[in-house]
C-alpha cells in the first residue's frame, strides 16, 4: 500500500492519500482547497490513479478541496448521504466497502461531531485480512474527541458521540493505528495531542475522555472552545452554498 499523511501546521489539520501500488487505484481524504495539486502531483508521483475523494464530514474550519480535485482528476467525490449540501456528490453507507485493488475501505458511519460524520477503516490484503489503519476525521483525536456543538444541541450530540466511539471506533482491534482529521493547533476539540497519530489501543488506555462514563463524557464535552471566527463562511462554502 502507499499511504502519505499532509500535515497543515498553522491549523492543525491532516489529509491522506493512500491506495494500492499494484493496481494504481487512490483515494484522497479530507484534502484542503489550498493544496489540490500537492495530492494530485504525489498521486502521479506514485503511479495512483486517484478514484475516490471523500470529506469525512463538511469541514467548519477550511475550505475542502474535495470537489476540486474530483473533477481535476475524474474522481468521484462522496460524502455520507446525509451531507446537508447543495451539490450532488457519491453518497457513503455504513458499512460499504470500496475496493482499490488490494486496498479495501469500509465505511463507518460514526455521527457525533456532525451528523454526517464517517470513519474509514483501511485494509491492505497483501498484508493481511485485519485492518491495518482508521481515518478518523473528526470523531477521535489523539488523547481528544471531536466537539459536539457545531450542529447545535451540543449534550444530545455529545451522547451521540460516546455511542458511536465506544461501539464503533473502540471494537476495532487493539492494534489498528489510528490516523484523525485534526492535532494539537486546531479548535475543532479541546486537548489533543500534537502527536498526529495513535492506535486504538495507546488511545483505550490513554485517552482521557474514553476513560469518563457515559454521563461523564457528555458534561466534559459542554466546555468546548469557542466556535472558530470563519465558521459561517466555511460551512457555506463547503456545503455549496455560495
Known amino acids: 500500500m502507499i499511504f502519505r499523511s499532509f500535515h497543515y501546521f498553522d491549523t492543525g489539520c491532516a489529509a491522506y492519500v ?6 494504481g487505484l487512490g483515494a484522497v481524504v479530507d484534502p484542503q482547497e489550498r493544496d489540490v495539486e500537492s495530492y494530485a502531483t504525489f498521486a502521479r508521483a506514485k503511479g495512483l490513479r486517484i478514484t475516490h475523494v471523500i470529506d469525512t464530514h463538511v469541514h467548519a474550519d477550511h475550505r475542502s478541496g474535495g470537489r476540486l480535485l474530483a473533477e481535476r482528476v475524474g474522481a468521484s467525490y462522496a460524502l455520507h448521504r446525509s451531507a446537508p449540501v447543495k451539490f450532488p456528490f457519491r453518497p457513503l453507507e455504513d458499512g460499504q466497502e470500496i475496493e482499490l485493488g488490494n486496498t479495501r ?20 490484503l497483501r498484508r493481511g485480512p485485519e485492518p491495518w489503519f482508521v481515518l478518523t476525521g473528526d470523531t477521535l483525536f489523539v488523547g481528544a474527541v471531536g466537539r459536539p456543538d457545531l450542529p447545535g444541541d451540543a449534550r444530545k450530540n455529545a451522547a451521540e458521540l460516546y455511542d458511536t466511539v465506544h461501539t464503533k471506533l473502540l471494537a476495532l482491534p487493539d492494534e489498528v493505528e489510528v490516523y484523525p482529521g485534526h492535532f494539537a493547533g486546531s479548535a475543532c476539540g479541546a486537548g489533543m495531542s500534537g502527536k498526529p497519530s495513535s492506535t486504538i489501543a495507546f488511545e483505550r488506555k490513554f485517552n482521557p475522555m474514553l476513560s469518563l462514563g457515559r454521563e461523564a463524557f457528555v458534561s466534559a464535552l459542554a466546555d468546548v472552545p469557542a466556535k472558530p471566527v470563519e465558521m459561517a463562511e466555511m460551512l457555506a462554502s463547503n456545503r455549496g452554498e455560495t
Open 18 to 23: 493512500f491506495g494500492c501500488g499494484s493496481v
Open 105 to 124: 475501505v469500509r465505511v463507518l458511519h460514526t455521527p457525533g461531531h456532525t451528523p454526517e460524520s464517517v470513519c474509514l477503516v483501511v485494509t491492505d
